[in-house]
């Protein structure tokens, strides 16, 4: 099998876990991917690799964009306090990535982990009504980037 025909096999399976996942898992996939892009922005900048840095820099802020863009504030108590977690992690993320600054990457990843463990831990605790939790607090509307 050539590396196309793996690659195509496996963005088929990434397609079909996101377009069958319920809001919860799509919630702690973003998150999973959030931290991963963070982890690997963060390694790209201590060797210096800028454009890759960028790369998983950008592709962070465009996930945080997407939380942001579906969360209810209006519809959650926690959504306020959410929210300007978002925006200064975004604003974070476009400072590490116009200055090269790593330590603005390391404070997101270190903001944002335990966020992502929170979720995680929702989700599984309760998997009947972790769903309509998540759904009434991002909208149910979320797309992976």
């Given at each position: 099998m050539t590396m196309y025909g793996?690659?195509?096999?496996?963005?088929?399976?990434?397609?079909e876990a996101i377009l069958n996942a319920s809001p919860a898992r799509l919630l702690t996939m973003l998150y999973d991917r959030l931290i991963l892009d963070l982890q690997r922005a963060e390694i790209a900048q201590d060797i210096e690799d800028w454009d890759s840095a960028s790369k998983h820099l950008l592709h962070a802020q465009?996930?945080?964009?997407?939380?942001?863009?579906s969360l209810k504030v209006d519809e959650w108590d926690g959504a306020d306090a959410?929210?300007?977690?978002?925006?200064?992690?975004?604003?974070?993320?476009?400072?590490a990535n116009i200055h090269r600054d790593v330590e603005s990457t390391r404070v997101c990843i270190t903001l944002l982990e335990p966020l992502r463990q929170t979720w995680h831990e929702a989700a599984a605790q309760a998997p009947d009504t972790a769903a309509?939790?998540?759904e009434r607090a991002v909208g149910g509307t979320l797309g992976v980037a």
């Open positions: 793996i690659d195509a096999r496996r963005a088929d399976y990434a397609r465009d996930i945080l964009a997407e939380l942001t863009s959410l929210l300007g977690v978002y925006t200064f992690a975004t604003k974070a993320l476009i400072f309509p939790i998540v």
